[in-house]
């Protein structure tokens, strides 16, 4: 295979990790990445109806992705010779990273980061507008829209330093004068013989007042400009895709979230499209789901109601792989059949692919790119042995994240004794009957926030909520990661005739752990039988409290503490930290491949690491031929 063409296939593979390296102004890049695309579960058509939207799923979902292609679609009703598959009106698209509207040197200053937000809005919109008319066009369209003077004089204020949505203060002086005056007069002349005398008597006076008068610039006169500028250039509404959501950490979550209620139902015309990460987003308490903005998710698990069971959604997901792949190839790498790529068992190949993944496209995209690494040492095929490769890679890229946060206490510690007690369950389980599946979860919902960590580092996978057990009950449905259960020669539930075996039921095992997760400012009852967990406002103000499955008396659980690092950081640098944490000097990696394995941008893992980590001496630096390489291991204690 020619060097050219391995390195192409290799390309392709690479592309499916992230997709926020494409440029907004690269109508080619946008248009290749609407051309591959696959949409599992529909999810474009309601990305781009007019409804305020947060589009959720763990990280390497594809949601970056579905955004872009969101913002495609708009862009081109109103440039571009090609039209939209969903639109007929026209819509302006506005996409803000918000992991980038941080001040470069005053990080923590989230004022100057809704300064920067807004600047955004304005200098996007502008650009849009320009792109749309020509040169001579758009300075008619300028002269005939003072609603753009006012906006360009917001931008204005804010690069003078001011905060735009709080006040603009005016001096201004006010003067009051006096004057008091008498004049009278008698004279005398040799004609007339007359005396004359005059008298006068003059009192001014002045007063001068200073005081600051304040007018507001609200936010919906800022977006009522924005409309008046879209009714002028006949463009039907505007939307907003805010991305990043979840890197900002939970303070400026809080304060973001009131700003963003100003533009959710601004009856402007302006929807507004967020990307958030599952279990690491908060809105506040202004904000209400389903009343001010409505979901959008990706995650499998919300799907297989919809789709008609557990094994059916398995199997949507299992088809679409080959799809997303090969569109990939037929882009970056000529036209290449994936046909033409394999060998041995392709089914099997593709239902692996799908039982590691479920449904995280950054996951499929590092097991190809691993796998097509071991192929490059054979023959530029990929079989079972190549693809297990690849699994296995991905799977300890993973573990790595996880194990450097727990050195660093960013996870609290008693995580791993939870991990500990799910795998000697399995295992024990396994060992019973080695020819029974092992590999599946069920667990009480109220303790589904036991196993939000695991979810979020791929080491166990949400399949279904709310699934009815044979023997009773309703239960919420995981998976052990596919790779982990090949290590531990854990067989892997394949029907739904499995899945819902008393075996899986796990609560005893984590009924262990009820006292690190009860809310410290209400109290929490644990029946003794069932292991059911009440909260003090479920249950009635009798002196002695009972189950309401079996009316045994409640046990009260008393919460305890557990130590933490001290920073308040959000998911992504979580696991940045803690996969740097885990190298070692010669294993140190780039910001280019620490954004591959956590999902992120490079910009973000450089900026961080030199400015942040690197100066803390939470990480050392080795620089190579003007690159900089991350590790950390030698100062994990």
Known sequence: ??????????????????????????????ENLSNYFVDFFNSIGSILQKQDNYISGRRGTGKTTALLKGYFECLKTIKGKEKSEYLNRKVLPIYIDLSNCGDIFDKDNFELFEIHFVRQII??????????????????????????????????????GKTVF??????????NASRLADEAGLSVSPESFKLSMQSKDEV????????????????????????????????DSVYLFLDEYSDLNQEYQAKFSKLLKSFLGSKTNLFVKVGVITDRFDFGDKIIIGRDIFPIPLDLNEHVERLGGLSPTLKKLENAIPDLIQKRLEIYADNIALTNLLKGNKTEFFTRIARESIGVTRTIGLILQNAWKQAEVNDYKLGLSELNYGI??????YEKQYSGALKRKLIPGFYNDIWNAIITKAVSEKNKHPDRPASHILIDPNRSKYFNIFKENFLIHLLEEGRASKYGGHYDLYSIDYDICLDLNIKYAENKDEYTAIRFVYDTVLSEFDSYFTDTKLKSYKCPECNRIYQE??????????????????????????????????????????????????DAMSAVEVANAVGCTRQKVSAWCSRVLEPKGEIEID?????????????VA
């Open 1 to 30: 295979m020619e060097i050219k063409l391995k390195t192409k296939i290799k390309n392709a593979f690479d592309s499916i990790l992230r997709a926020d390296y494409l440029s907004l102004d690269d109508f080619d890049e946008l």
């Open 123 to 160: 200098d996007s919109l502008g650009r849009q507008l320009e792109s749309i008319y020509d040169a001579k066009s758009y300075g008619i369209f300028r002269k005939n829209n003072p609603a753009i003077d006012d906006l360009e004089y917001i931008e204005k204020i804010l690069i003078e």
């Open 166 to 175: 709080q006040s603009k203060s005016t001096d201004i002086t006010a003067k």
């Open 204 to 235: 001014s006076s002045e007063k001068s007042k200073t005081y600051s008068q304040t007018k507001g610039l609200n936010v919906q006169e800022f977006l009522n400009k924005i409309n008046e500028i879209l009714k002028k250039a006949k463009i």
């Open 392 to 397: 296995r890679s991905a799977r300890k890229t």
């Open 537 to 586: 406002d479920e249950l009635p103000p009798a002196k002695v409290k009972r189950c309401f499955e079996d009316d045994s008396k409640l046990e009260e659980v008393i919460h305890q503490e557990f130590e933490v690092y001290g920073g308040n950081l959000a998911e992504v640098e979580v696991k940045i930290l803690g996969l740097i944490a885990t190298l070692e000097k010669e």
């Open 623 to 635: 620089k190579k031929e003007s690159r900089n390489y991350y590790y950390g291991e030698n100062n």
